[in-house]
């Protein structure tokens, strides 16, 4: 493994986990010239499936006897949500790095936990926030860091997908023990990773969450009011609840409108920028139109930065402080909504409840679906 990152021989690589979210590491992989040597999955029947229709590559009922046998570089952890802290620490244990799905585990105090591994092994997980990795966000986050677009004072972030009853058959969804959450841990993540991406450092957050239809644990929608450490105001709304579904960021800034509006993932065409009425330099909006060469977000998109990183033996964006951001503010929605109380950035560590669960305990404080409000 040391090797790979020296000489600049061709990285090996290995999935946990075969759902359907392995295909994308699979092709990711394919995409970046990276070898896929084995697969390891509980359901043996599986993982020799996969296995089959990746090449031939070897096929384990479990992790352990894959990270000894094979010595993988890279290993993608596509597991539930439970089994990321656990699998992930297995995996820098071995001496090689992690690239683990979204959510990066159920808990601060979990990631705090892998963020121990690395220190320990000298090696690297980096966390799946692929909507920051696209030619479209790349530019706006150029043009936001460089003032081209004013100061931002005014964001939205909206994921309201739609999932049914049989989504939620599956065992793990839906439990605060296995998922960690509602839509703002399994699916709005993504959205306000990216928003964070963009705005940078969130200083309060106020939300509410409620469970409206779904006979689940988690809620099924939340909502939250954000202030940035800038100043900028935001609003989040995250839903499993609708039936157009859409994925979207506005952001209103002194001198421009920007919205981004997809579902699962963006082009350059995806960002429409709007000047305010006072902006009347031609040349100046001309600069503010994404340029050419369009990568798409993805997990192709995003799978070079951390090679760059394991080749140089340095810290992969998306991991460590960068990477614990996003699940922090998470945490804090839901701080915020089952305590009825602002909740700052920071001030969720080692003893308080919402650092080793989601729920901090508080789980009952979301409505089942025939009460409909708060209670």
């Known amino acids: 493994m040391a090797d790979s990152a020296t000489t600049g021989k061709r990285f090996r690589a290995a999935i946990a986990g075969t ?35 990746s090449g031939g590559i070897a096929a384990y009922p479990d992790l352990a006897p894959l990270l000894a046998e094979q010595r993988p570089d890279l290993v993608s952890i596509c597991t539930p949500p439970s089994a990321h802290t656990g699998g992930v620490t297995a995996v820098l244990d071995s001496g090689a790095w992690a690239w683990c799905e979204k959510p990066p585990c159920l808990s601060l105090a979990g990631y705090d936990a892998i963020t121990a591994a690395e220190a320990a092994n000298g090696t690297y997980a980096a ?9 479209g966000a790349d530019h706006l986050r150029a043009l936001l860091d460089g003032g081209e677009l004013g100061r931002p004072l005014v964001a939205h972030c909206q994921t309201t997908w739609y999932r049914d009853a049989a989504y939620y058959a599956v065992p793990w969804r839906g439990k605060w023990e296995t998922e960690g959450g509602g839509p703002a841990m399994g699916h709005g993540i993504h959205q306000m990773d990216l928003l964070l991406h963009l705005l940078g450092p969130w200083a309060e957050v106020r939300a509410m969450t409620c469970r409206l239809v779904h006979d689940v644990a988690t809620d099924d929608v939340s909502t939250a009011l954000v202030r940035f450490a800038s100043g900028a105001m935001a609003t989040v709304v995250n839903s ?23 579902l699962y993932g963006y082009s350059n065409a995806d960002f429409v920028y709007t000047p305010a009425p006072h902006v009347e330099d031609e040349r100046r909006v001309a600069r503010w ?65 919402f650092y080793a669960s989601m729920d901090g305990g508080l789980a009952s404080k979301i409505v089942a679906p025939s009460e409909g409000v708060l209670s």
């Open 289 to 353: 139109r994404t340029p050419g060469g369009d990568v798409p977000s993805s997990h192709t998109a995003q799978l070079p930065h951390v090679l760059a990183a394991l080749r140089a033996g340095t810290r992969p964006p998306s991991s460590g402080a960068d990477g614990r951001r996003s699940l922090e503010f998470v945490a804090a929605l839901y701080k915020a909504a089952l305590t009825g109380f602002p909740v700052r950035a920071g001030e969720i560590g080692p003893g308080d409840p």
């Open 127 to 135: 966390f799946v926030f692929q909507q920051r990795y696209g030619s």
């Open 19 to 53: 759902g359907g979210i392995a295909k994308a590491h699979r092709e990711a992989f394919f995409d970046n010239d990276v070898e896929l040597v084995a697969v390891a999955d509980l359901d043996e029947t599986r993982a020799r499936e996969f296995a089959a229709r």
């Open 240 to 262: 499993v609840l609708s039936p157009d579904e859409v994925s979207r960021i506005r952001l209103d800034c002194a001198d421009a409108t920007v919205e981004l509006t997809h």
